[in-house]
T-cell receptor, first 113, second 114 residues
Framework: KAGVTQTPRYLIKTRGQQVTLSCSPI?????VSWYQQTPGQGLQFLFE???????NKGNFPGRFSGRQFSNSRSEMNVSTLELGDSALYLC????????????FGQGTRLTVV | AQTVTQSQPEMSVQEAETVTLSCTYD???????LFWYKQPPSRQMILVIR??????QNATENRFSVNFQKAAKSFSLKISDSQLGDTAMYFC???????????FGKGTKLSVKP
């Protein structure tokens, strides 16, 4: 069974640009969550999608948005990039129930210059 | 709000010895779950062990076990017979029944020395 796949693995963008990250969950998993990991703030929750609907949202500005498609694949978009958006972005998939185990992808390393 | 605190930024242990990583948490939930995740240099977050708060028995997974003290809101991880491959960042996390997101601690960097 394939694991959680995140693309791309590495990305370099310029301030002011926008970026889209992709996450393909484990087959059959309907929940996809996104986390931002930085040395200073640690791991912070961005949002969760379940069956194409945003189910939960963290405390991030509106520049961060996401969506989920009918095949459960999810995309995360960050507009008007700032230097502080440089981070490792991790995606986690779960079967569906809130208390089921989360499986993580290898992340996308975003560098904003 | 839920919080998770790991007070040991870095630890080291000799190969084959035992090490314990500390974690405390705070939650108002009655039904919650606690986890330890390992993040090696490859960056992929791997679940090490999971504990349901309503279960009094401490969870164990091979060389990994937890000491869950519900009243004290403490959830420590014990690694027995440490191996070089255990070198990684370890994150303690909680998941509340009413929320679907994990709350992570800041992590403990564990180095296993030969």
């Amino acid at each position: 069974k394939a694991g959680v796949t995140q693309t791309p693995r590495y990305l370099i963008k310029t301030r002011g640009q926008q970026v889209t990250l992709s996450c393909s969950p484990i087959s059959g998993h309907r929940s996809v969550s996104w986390y931002q990991q930085t040395p200073g703030q640690g791991l912070q929750f961005l949002f969760e999608y379940f069956s194409e609907t945003q189910r939960n949202k963290g405390n991030f500005p509106g520049r961060f948005s996401g969506r989920q498609f009918s095949n459960s694949r999810s995309e995360m978009n960050v507009s008007t990039l700032e230097l502080g958006d440089s981070a490792l972005y991790l995606c986690a998939s779960r079967l569906g129930g809130r208390n089921t185990e989360a499986f993580f992808g290898q992340g996308t390393r975003l560098t904003v210059v | 709000a839920q919080t998770v605190t790991q007070s040991q930024p870095e630890m080291s242990v000799q190969e084959a010895e035992t090490v314990t990583l500390s974690c405390t948490y705070d939650t108002s939930e009655n039904n919650y779950y606690l986890f330890w995740y390992k993040q090696p240099p490859s960056r992929q977050m791997i679940l090490v062990i999971r504990q349901e708060a309503y279960k009094q028995q401490n969870a164990t997974e091979n060389r990994f076990s937890v000491n869950f003290q519900k009243a004290a809101k403490s959830f420590s991880l014990k690694i027995s017979d440490s191996q070089l491959g255990d070198t990684a960042m370890y994150f303690c996390a909680s998941l509340g029944g009413s929320q679907g997101n994990l709350i992570f601690g800041k992590g403990t960097k564990l180095s296993v020395k030969p």
